[in-house]
T-cell receptor, first 114, second 116 residues
Framework: ETGVTQTPRHLVMGMTNKKSLKCEQHLGHNAMYWYKQSAKKPLELMFV???????ENNSVPSRFSPECPNSSHLFLHLHTLQPEDSALYLCASSRWTGGNYGYTFGSGTRLTVV | AQKVTQAQTEISVVEKEDVTLDCVYE???????LFWYKQPPSGELVFLIR??????QNEISGRYSWNFQKSTSSFNFTITASQVVDSAVYFC?????????????FGTGTRLTVIP
C-alpha cells in the first residue's frame, strides 16, 4: 500500500463540467492538504484539513470545493473551471497539522481545462 | 514572511559529475525547518531530508549531502557522482514554527537532468 493515492492521474474537463479529485491515505495521518503546482511557480497551498475540519483556505476561488469525510479521504470538487486552472493538483498528508513534520505526497492529478 | 529561492531553474550534468543545487531562504522565525523533496517524472514529491534551525551540522546520506549555513540563510544540496536516476525536479521548502505553521513554503524547483 503506497502512502498517498490520488485518482484520477489525468483529467481533461470542459469549463462547464463538474468533476472530483480523490485522495486517500492509510498512514494514520490526521492532516491532509491540497496543493496546486503550476509551471514555473512555487507549489501553492490551497486547503488544510485537520481531523476532518478545514483549518485553512488560501483564498481559493469557490469553483474549487474541498470535502473531507474522514481523516483518510480528501476530495476536491471542481466546477466551472477556467483554462488557467490547468495544473498538477497534489494531495499530501502529515501526522499532525503543520509543515514542521514534512508531508507525504501523492502522485498528483494532472488537470487540463479545455 | 517566508520565502524560498531556488535560483537555478535547470541544470544539466554528465553522469558521474557532482552537482550542487542551491537554496536560499527568508524567515523571521527563530525556529524553523528546512526540507528537500525530489519530484521524479511520476509526479509525487519524495521526501529527502528535514533539518531544524538549531542543527547546522552537515548531513551525508550515500551520494547525497546537505550544507546548512544560517549565516547565509542557505541550505544547499549536493549529489556526488550523479546518476541518470537522479534526473528530477528538486524542491527546497521551509516551515516556520512561529508563523505559517500550517504550511510548507516551497521554492520554484530546480530541474536536474543527468546525461548518460
Amino acid at each position: 500500500e503506497t502512502g498517498v493515492t490520488q485518482t484520477p492521474r489525468h483529467l481533461v474537463m470542459g469549463m462547464t463540467n463538474k468533476k472530483s479529485l480523490k485522495c486517500e491515505q492509510h498512514l494514520g495521518h490526521n492532516a491532509m492538504y491540497w496543493y496546486k503546482q503550476s509551471a514555473k511557480k512555487p507549489l501553492e497551498l490551497m486547503f488544510v484539513y485537520n481531523f476532518k475540519e478545514q483549518t485553512e483556505n488560501n483564498s481559493v476561488p469557490s469553483r474549487f470545493s474541498p470535502e473531507c469525510p474522514n481523516s483518510s479521504h480528501l476530495f476536491l470538487h471542481l466546477h466551472t473551471l477556467q483554462p488557467e486552472d490547468s495544473a498538477l493538483y497534489l494531495c499530501a498528508s502529515s501526522r499532525w497539522t503543520g509543515g514542521n513534520y514534512g508531508y507525504t505526497f501523492g502522485s498528483g492529478t494532472r488537470l487540463t481545462v479545455v | 514572511a517566508q520565502k524560498v529561492t531556488q535560483a537555478q531553474t535547470e541544470i544539466s550534468v554528465v553522469e558521474k559529475e557532482d552537482v550542487t543545487l542551491d537554496c536560499v531562504y527568508e524567515t523571521r522565525d527563530t525556529t524553523y525547518y528546512l526540507f528537500w523533496y525530489k519530484q521524479p517524472p511520476s509526479g509525487e514529491l519524495v521526501f529527502l531530508i528535514r533539518r531544524n534551525s538549531f542543527d547546522e551540522q552537515n548531513e551525508i546520506s550515500g551520494r547525497y549531502s546537505w550544507n546548512f549555513q544560517k549565516s547565509t540563510s542557505s541550505f544547499n544540496f549536493t549529489i556526488t557522482a550523479s546518476q541518470v536516476v537522479d534526473s528530477a525536479v528538486y524542491f527546497c521548502a521551509l516551515s516556520g514554527v512561529q508563523t505559517g505553521a500550517n504550511n510548507l513554503f516551497f521554492g520554484t524547483g530546480t530541474r536536474l537532468t543527468v546525461i548518460p
